[in-house]
């Protein structure tokens, strides 16, 4: 073979791609830059990921990205944190020791909860969830509104704030955490830096005084006023009857059953019930019960037919809470006192009602101030003789002191202020000026609305609810201008106003969730 031949013959291979030598080299460059590149690449994604690790482990991922959108307002995950854990700590304050009846254990994640009251089946995470952006979604539309009308917080609501940040940094130092900064980042939530907390208390106030501010608005004539009541009448009037029902007996038929490990037939449902028979005898007996109950005294009535049987009476009742099976004989213009009555309790039995009267609300409302010291419990929340004792024996002292100046209300208030357990008076000397009948524990509703009660007149009572249980030294300081029955129309029309205007105001402020709210470290 000739040298042009094989110069030819190479030109031909490296042509057509068959030079060893060329195709190896080349094979090893495409290697060496796909190594290359796969390092620089996961370089990259490591590099991404140790920062996004660094990004969530700091409070700047929760305050700088957009975890909820309300209108044109955007809210941080912290943000949401913050509002979380507020509705959550709100139902707990409300409720307290009695959660558990709602179904919620809070030892227990509440992510893993099915939460009754979402009627989708959601958990209480989901529930608190909805609050907090329903709540976020108020707050937005109100504090705009707010600054849109000139509304702004005073000194006083500024102090407020004031007051409740410096408490959560004693609080923080109290719980030995080593920042106010960390304590609340521990109790609402990572990001919840006092800025942000100080930022959303601020909000809040804001959009509280804007709703204050349109409520407080309203006004409304007398013949408004009575107008409303006249309206609504069977519903805010009182009314005073005696009930009993006779229950008709259920009749046992074939059960469920089941057998047990032990091979033992046991019961496991019973599908006993009312039959036309006995709701017939349940019928017989309480017309018997009306009719003697037409003449003569109710509770002998009902005893003389069912032994050992007593009957409820009900003592100003608000017609919205009168029970539907009576409450349209209850309510009708033609009732009389002593009316009675035979009513069907569907697949129960019967009612026997008599009626003994109704009350329209137009008395007015009392004014007094008071002192309340309370009992302290037991570690079984029980209030002993003895702890009743040394209350009462401390508020004498401070009565005793009262006594000793001059015995005025200016003087009592002041007293109020410096020594009443009262939360919600202490502040302002003790007063409630808006006292209807049956709004405070009996005793006290006794004084303040006893026959020729004066001005100036102060003694002593007892009360006990379900919160404490205490003495309370009463001031009372007279009438009111206003009727009760002006009061609930008040509230009535105020409350429907409210409730269009706030319908209107927030239709613009739908809320949205972003992807970062999926990084809320609410439990």
Request: proline share 1%.
């Amino acid at each position: 073979m000739s040298a042009s031949s094989d110069r030819r013959k190479r030109q031909e291979a490296i042509a057509s791609g068959l030079d060893k030598k060329t195709n190896a080299s080349l094979e090893e460059q495409k290697k060496q830059r796909k190594s290359k590149f796969n390092w620089i690449f996961g370089s990259i994604v490591v590099a991404l990921l140790i920062a996004a690790i660094l990004i969530l482990n700091s409070n700047l991922f929760y305050t700088r990205t957009t975890a909820v959108q309300v209108g044109d307002k955007s809210y941080t995950t912290a943000q949401f944190n913050y509002y979380y854990k507020t509705q959550y700590y709100n139902f707990m304050q409300q409720y307290g020791s009695y959660a558990s009846y709602f179904g919620l254990d809070t030892d227990q994640p509440l992510k893993s909860q099915t939460c009754n009251m979402m009627e989708d089946g959601g958990t209480w995470y989901d529930y608190f969830k909805q609050s907090a952006l329903n709540m976020m979604a108020q707050v937005t539309a109100l504090s705009e509104y707010a600054n849109k009308n000139g509304i702004k917080l005073e000194e006083s609501d500024t102090a407020e704030i004031d007051s409740e940040m410096s408490q959560l940094a004693e609080n923080a130092v109290t719980n030995k955490y080593s920042s106010t900064k960390n304590y609340l980042s521990a109790l609402f939530g990572r990001g919840c830096t006092e800025e942000v907390v100080r930022a959303e208390m601020e909000r809040s106030a804001l959009a509280t005084k804007a709703y204050n501010t349109v409520r407080d608005s309203y006004t409304f004539t007398d013949a408004e006023l009575e107008k409303e009541y006249q309206d609504n009448k069977d519903s805010f009037d009182l009314f005073s009857f005696d009930y009993y029902l006779v229950a008709a007996e259920k009749v046992a038929s074939d059960k469920t059953t089941a057998t047990d490990a032990t091979g033992t037939d046991t019961d496991t449902a019973d599908n006993s019930a009312v039959t036309a028979e006995t709701m017939a005898a349940a019928k017989a007996t309480a017309d018997k019960i009306a009719a003697a109950a037409k003449t003569g005294d109710f509770t002998k009535a009902v005893s003389d037919q069912v032994a050992d049987a007593t009957p409820t009476a009900q003592t100003d009742v608000s017609g919205s809470n009168v029970a539907s099976d009576y409450a349209e004989w209850i309510k009708s213009a033609d009732r009389h006192a002593g009316d009675v009555t035979v009513v069907e309790s569907a697949d129960n039995g019967y009612y026997v009602v008599k009626y003994n009267g109704r009350s329209d609300n137009h008395y007015q409302l009392a004014e007094a101030r008071h002192i309340l010291i309370k009992a302290a419990a037991d570690d079984d929340g029980k209030y002993t003789d003895e702890a009743k004792a040394e209350a009462k024996a401390k508020l004498q002292e401070i009565y005793d002191e009262w006594l000793k100046g001059d015995k005025t209300e200016k003087s009592f208030a002041a007293l109020a202020e410096k020594y009443s357990e009262d939360s919600g008076s202490n502040t302002n000397g003790g007063l409630y000026d808006e006292i209807y009948k049956g709004q405070t524990v009996d005793e006290f509703d006794k004084f303040c609305f006893a026959e020729g009660r004066k001005p100036g007149d102060t003694a002593i009572v007892y009360g006990e609810t379900s919160e404490y249980a205490g003495y309370h030294l009463v001031y009372y300081v007279g009438l009111n201008d206003e009727l009760y029955s002006s009061y609930l129309a008040k509230n009535q029309l105020v409350s429907d106003k409210l409730n269009a205007w706030q319908t209107e105001l927030f239709k613009n402020y739908t809320t949205t969730t972003k992807f970062p709210l999926r990084f809320a470290n609410a439990s």
